[in-house]
């Protein structure tokens, strides 16, 4: 059963987003700092971070936090850029023993 609604609970919620969004503000200026001082592999790892950090609560109370990460990309961006790049490309860029290599059927190989 829902409680009532008091101002100060009204107060407190505009506080807290309050807080997100001056949060999530700074976080977007670290970002441009980063990509125009060239680090731009920095600024898209950590830009990734931050979308998997909301990922969740987009598509709450899905409980499949690779799937919220993954349909966040291409649901929230201009030009479609990471909808076009497969979900292992990432991990075996960063070279995580969890995931073998891509194998290549004998047709492709060379």
Avoid at 15 to 38: I, K, N, Q
Avoid at 48 to 63: E, K, M, N, Q
């Amino acid at each position: 059963m829902p409680y009532p609604r008091t101002q100060e609970d009204v107060d407190a919620k505009s506080r807290f987003m309050a807080a997100f969004f001056d949060d999530t503000c700074a976080r977007v200026e670290f970002l441009t700092e980063l990509h125009s001082s060239g680090r731009d592999t920095d600024a898209l790892t950590l830009c990734l971070t931050y979308i998997g950090s909301f990922a969740p609560s987009l598509f709450w109370p899905r409980r499949e936090s690779g799937r919220n990460f993954l349909d966040a990309l291409p649901g929230h961006e201009e030009t479609p850029y990471f909808g076009l790049i497969h979900p292992l490309q990432p991990i075996r860029s960063f070279g995580s023993p969890a995931v073998p290599p891509a194998r290549l059927r004998p047709e492709q190989r060379s």
